[in-house]
């Protein structure tokens, strides 16, 4: 290479690019590994699955290219924590099952951009054990049928919850609150509950007894798995 080229990126003497194609390439097919192991082992809406496969598999390749660039260098850790610390995220992972799939996507590049290509052949197998034991529920039986769905209500701020838990719990399996939030500079209240819906063709019910509930002014159901209405 020319002088001028080693000189202005000395820190590249120090890996192989033979080394450095082969750890990304072994993160590339790895991260594949996890992609795959979350959509067979994850029912949702096809395009949503599609989309964090995808950011899996990107990740686990960026986390490993960190990792080389790191090296050994404690002052270059740091300064990446510095330069990361400035991004900001606004999508919410709504399932701690999600969360940890992107979490097993950041170990894996992380150790193989170490060197340490053991720890994800011997760990990915495990994971992979785990994932499809918990993909049932709790009965044994198989992933439930029935669509799973997001609904966010759009409140007055004096608005009382019972009814609208009540409303809830008539046609979700178990709701669970997700977010509390104040918008329009406060004069609204967005509440957010994720379950699955008890019926099949029920989402225009949910909504109906939704807006009747006094002090609700906008409802929105999302569905995460095709098929529901």
Do not use: N
Request: charge should be positive; charged fraction near 15%.
């Amino acid at each position: 290479m020319p002088s001028w080229f080693t000189d202005a990126f000395p820190s590249d003497a120090e890996l192989r690019w033979v080394s450095i194609v082969s750890r990304l390439l072994a993160a590339l097919v790895l991260g594949s590994l996890v992609s795959m192991i979350y959509s067979t082992t994850r029912r949702r809406h096809a395009a949503q699955a599609t989309d964090l496969s995808q950011t899996l598999l990107l990740l686990a390749v960026v986390i490993a290219m960190i990792t080389l660039a790191i090296g050994d260098s404690t002052a270059r850790a740091f300064s990446l924590v510095g330069a990361l610390a400035i991004v900001r995220f606004r999508s919410v992972v709504e399932d701690p099952r999600d969360t940890a799939f992107v979490i097993l996507a950041v170990a894996v590049g992380l150790a193989v951009g170490a060197g340490f290509i053991l720890v994800p052949l011997i760990g990915l197998p495990i994971a992979a054990v785990i994932a499809w034991a918990f993909a049932k529920e709790t009965q044994g039986g198989p992933i439930a049928s029935a669509p799973a769905c997001r609904v966010a209500l759009r409140t007055t701020p004096d608005c009382q919850t019972g009814l609208i838990e009540q409303a809830l719990a008539a046609h979700l399996d178990r709701p669970q609150p997700r977010r509390i939030e104040t918008v329009k500079k406060g004069t609204l209240v967005e509440l957010v509950y994720a379950g699955r819906i008890k019926r099949e063709g029920e989402g225009h019910a949910l909504v109906r007894s939704l807006q009747a509930c006094p002090g609700v002014v906008g409802v929105d159901v999302v569905f995460s798995e095709p098929g529901a209405s």
